[in-house]
């Protein structure tokens, strides 16, 4: 199953790197450590460039830090938990035809194995053998040595998540109770977050059911907002649908079938009888706490899958109401057929809320604003949300909503609810806001569940631990710190276990297995001693809670716990201690999606278990990998696997182009194009080195001042990024801006190599090695270098090669160069001829004194200026304001970035060095070029552009 780069050299170094066991990482007392990891895939699908873009940014930052001289342990392991791969096997065993052709087509699965693929434990094996050699061959630097996979087809690991879950047991962090979860009503389960196939993320809200009384019996509409119910004026029910009489609760209510049945997973419920939706259409209902009695009308607007399927309308409020009564107006055939004409006509909308940058009736401009008609518009989604935002954070209930006038909305709204349950007016319901596909191709509920067992994020002092430490530890980048908070604030108890699927038994509940989300929160704990079991050095029958106490906790007597288990004293101790230099995590690298589970959950559980120096320091979240500018959805065809990209474009190649395509929380955008560029750029630097090893070296040059001290401050730009996880900066810099600098380097040379190239090229490589480093080894080599790169020192800037004014001369050479372009471009044709005048020794006095000045308000410095070059006759009073004006911006656009000293400096040899640019402005520009200082006798100036010559600033003449 080894995989085949699309490029010889990567397998070598594979190889190699294997050979030598180079990023194997033991404890070495007193030496730094970093302990880097990203989260296991789910073994139920090849790794996809998606994954491939967080683990190639983990990799880059281990290769980075372990360059600078640290101690790092970048581990592996491999997700087999929940319904993820048993829900493929379902639908495979059903004769799924989709699920058939999506392995074959997409996965690359063997017609011949298919048969084999209805067995969960067969699927989880293959794809991990399958994803090993894939992040092999990506070149990641794994120490493979403590590689494991999760359940309890593990020797060991169900021993570890036993422990944690006895631990969050005893410290009172699980509970057994009654709780809305997401259920599958097929697998009889919860469906957490990955174990679906649509809907992640998605959570059950809690909507209010509002009574509203029709004769022995109530229409129950649910909704968010129960303080709207003051300027109701209608209710809606979907008139192609039939409706049910059920009992619940104590009540009659009135609600769809479908919302019957949900019911039914949420309290107890017995169906009465159907109720054509025409016999309730053109009746009227009673609205609680108004009393006021308001008629029933038909809408498409209404859902019948989706919450009671009765709606109650508060057009001035909400978008869809009004353009439901708009709709209901124009569809003359349905107002004749339920006789709805007066009705329809005498509503009209009730202004309840004041709300900032409105007027009366919000919805009523945002549906004319926008020119909406009909009631299925998919644009009134975007106007519900702006306007039900804005009045949440900002309405306040007007003088006709009794005895909630002048409250805020967010307050009035529990009230009303409340106050509505209160006296039998109202109920809840649990509902999804979106629709959530369980794994096994079945929609899901909200059901509460009796007997579940939950872990407990609602815990107010688990809660503030938890944001205490989010508040002071490293997050990358910052705007995610936010983020988290908002999580843990919002988060609600989590229903740990589920019925089916594979995972680890809950040791004191074998009925109940460990959900996906629940048991990856801790395991890079289990990295720090797995090693020890995969050796043999420790068994797996060997691990009990006593000796996981005593190696994660420090729990417990050393020597009775080897007595009791068996596992050697020494060895015990040495467990201990490995944990203890390795823990906790420096970095955790992963996809903005996990932050509302996952990664929270990850910091939650450490802070249940682990003492505070154990707790994890830094999470790097990043965005979410689209293809193509679209979703990457497999069920869709939009999808690439790692393999392929390697396959087709080689590892390095693959890795250039998803760390070129995004950084911090923007969602990179895979495109084939970019990995054909990255491939072709990668192939230019091989040329490069080959063409380095093989050219004479001549002397140093100011040009080669020039690239050694550029290569000092990309060093520090590259280094910079790199410690806040800017990859895609980093990255950028180090092979676009440094080729850059190359690129300029090889044209004012004419190609002749002066000593400083090969020095740059070997800090270049070395630079390159965290990003794309197979082709980093391959010109290391080439170079003549023994060992790996990956191994050498990380660049540091040597401050005694930091040339400002060689730097300047490089930039005033260019932007001589875009001047005279500029002009050629006005005239349309190529120069014959180019003349440039350098400032006289006097003029040269109006660069000191425009820095003088600079330290004054910009129009008094100007006015100064100009004054003083008419009294020192530099200029006439013609004249004078432009230059003036010219010499102030051309100074300004040097200060931000070199010295007043440089600029000086620069400027007193500024005719020296133009006159040694001379042979390169004649090569670039094919011109003959003539260099002049505007105070020489008997120059060449037919237009009298010497006048126009400022400090740093030449005047040109062209021909």
Not at 76 to 87: C, D, K, L, N
Request: proline letters at 5%; one cysteine or more.
């Amino acid at each position: 199953m080894k995989l085949k780069s699309a490029i010889a050299y990567e397998e070598k170094w594979a190889e190699k790197w294997a050979e030598a066991k180079i990023f194997e990482a033991d404890p070495k007392p007193g030496k730094p450590k970093i302990f880097i990891c990203v989260p296991y895939s789910y073994q139920n699908a090849p790794l996809h460039v998606g994954h491939g873009f967080t683990y190639t940014r983990g990799d880059a930052y281990a290769r980075f830090k372990r360059m600078q001289g640290y101690n790092v342990l970048f581990p592996w392991a491999w997700h087999w938990t929940g319904e993820a791969v048993a829900g493929t096997c379902e639908r495979l065993k059903r004769g799924d035809q989709s699920v058939r052709k999506m392995l074959v087509e997409i996965d690359g699965v063997p017609e011949e194995l298919l048969d084999k693929f209805t067995d969960p434990v067969f699927v989880t094996r293959y794809y991990t053998e399958e994803n090993r050699e894939t992040v092999k061959a990506m070149g990641l630097s794994i120490d493979w040595r403590r590689e494991f996979h999760t359940t309890d087809l593990h020797p060991y690991y169900s021993k570890f998540i036993e422990w944690q879950y006895i631990t969050l047991k005893n410290k009172g962090y699980i509970t057994k109770g009654r709780h809305p979860v997401v259920w599958c009503p097929r697998c009889k389960s919860p469906t957490g977050d990955h174990d679906r196939l649509a809907g992640e993320g998605v959570s059950p809200e809690e909507y209010t059911l509002v009574y509203f009384k029709f004769g022995d019996a109530y229409l129950a509409a649910a909704t968010l907002r129960p303080e709207t119910i003051f300027g109701v004026t209608n209710i809606w029910i979907n008139p192609n649908h039939e409706y049910v009489l059920i009992q619940a609760d104590g009540k009659k209510l009135i609600v769809s079938e479908q919302a019957a049945y949900k019911l039914k997973n949420q309290t107890k419920v017995e169906i009465l009888k159907k109720i054509p939706a025409d016999e309730l259409i053109g009746k009227f209902a009673e609205t609680p706490l108004t009393g006021k009695h308001i008629p029933i009308f038909p809408a498409d607007l209404v859902d019948p899958d989706f919450g009671s399927g009765v709606v109650y309308s508060v057009p001035a409020h909400a978008p869809y109401d009004y353009a439901g009564i708009i709709a209901l107006k124009n569809n003359q055939e349905r107002i004749r057929k339920y006789q709805l004409k007066e009705l329809v006509e005498s509503i009209k909308p009730i202004s309840i809320i004041r709300v900032p940058g409105y007027g009366e009736f919000p919805a009523v401009e945002e549906v004319e604003r926008l020119g909406i008609t009909s009631d299925t518009d998919p644009r009134l989604e975007e106007a519900t949300k702006t306007i039900y935002s804005k009045e949440f954070h900002e309405g306040v209930l007007k003088d006709n909503c009794g005895e909630y006038s002048g409250k805020t909305v967010s307050e009035a709204r529990d009230l009303v609810k409340e106050k509505l349950i209160e006296m039998g007016l109202g109920g809840v319901m649990w509902e999804l806001p979106e629709k959530v596909i369980c794994r096994c191709g079945t929609e899901t509920i909200v059901k509460i569940v009796e007997d579940q067992w939950f872990l407990k994020y609602s815990d107010p002092e688990w809660k503030e631990k938890v944001k205490e430490h989010i508040r002071n530890m490293n997050i990358y980048p910052e705007e995610a710190r936010r983020w988290f908070l908002n999580v843990v604030d919002w988060l609600r108890d989590w229903a740990c276990a589920r019925k089916t699927g594979l995972g680890t038994k809950l040791p004191w509940d074998p009925d109940w297995i460990v959900e996906t989300l629940s048991d990856s929160t801790i395991y890079p704990a289990l990295y720090t001693i797995s090693k020890y079991l995969n050796l043999g050095i420790i068994k797996p029958d060997q691990l009990n809670i006593d000796v996981l106490n005593y190696i994660y906790l420090g729990a417990g007597d050393p020597e009775k716990i080897s007595s009791q288990s068996g596992i050697k004293e020494e060895i015990l101790k040495q467990v201990r201690e490995e944990f203890l230099y390795w823990y906790p995590v420096d970095m955790r690298i992963s996809a903005k999606e996990l932050v509302p589970n996952h990664l929270t959950f990850y910091i939650f559980h450490h802070v249940a278990i682990f003492e505070p120096r154990h707790w994890p320091r830094g999470i790097g979240v990043n965005g979410m990998l689209k293809i193509e500018g679209e979703k990457m959805s497999k069920s869709k065809g939009n999808f690439i696997p790692l393999k392929k990209a390697i396959e087709i474009y080689g590892a390095d190649a693959t890795r250039a182009t998803l760390l070129l395509a995004a950084e911090d929380l923007d969602d990179p955008d895979w495109r084939d194009k970019n990995a054909r560029e990255a491939r072709n750029m990668l192939d230019v630097l091989i040329r490069i080195c080959r063409d380095v090893v093989s050219a004479n070296s001549n002397d140093y040059t100011r040009v080669d001042e020039w690239l050694l001290s550029t290569l000092q401050r990309k060093m520090k730009k590259i280094t910079s990024a790199m410690e806040k996880l800017k990859t895609r900066t980093a990255f950028n810099e180090a092979l676009y801006g440094l080729y850059n600098d190359w690129k300029w380097y090889i044209r004012r040379t004419g190609g002749r190599l002066g000593k400083a190239a090969e020095k740059f090229l070997e800090e270049w490589v070395k630079i390159l090695a965290p990003f794309i480093p197979f082709t980093a080894e391959e010109c290391w080599s080439m170079l003549g270098k023994s060992g790996f790169v990956s191994l050498e020192k990380w660049p540091e800037p040597r401050e005694e090669l930091i040339n400002e004014d060689a730097e300047l001369r490089e930039d005033l050479l260019k932007n001589l160069m875009e001047d005279i372009r500029s002009i050629t471009e006005v005239y349309g044709k190529p120069p014959k001829k180019i003349v440039i005048y350098v400032s006289s020794k006097k003029k040269r006095e109006l660069l000191g004194k425009a820095i003088e000045l600079k330290s004054l308000e910009s129009k008094a410095a100007l006015g100064n200026l100009i004054k003083w070059m008419i009294a020192e006759k530099l200029a006439d009073k013609k004249k004078a304001p432009t230059l003036a004006k010219l010499m102030v911006d051309t100074l300004a656009s040097l200060t931000s970035k070199y010295k007043e000293k440089t600029l000086l400096n620069v400027a007193e040899n500024e005719l020296e060095f133009y006159e040694e640019s001379r042979e390169f402005l004649e090569r670039e520009f094919n011109a003959n070029v003539e260099i002049y200082s505007e105070d020489q006798e008997n120059i060449y100036d037919p237009r009298n552009k010497a006048s126009t010559a400022l400090p740093l600033r030449p005047g040109i003449y062209i021909e």
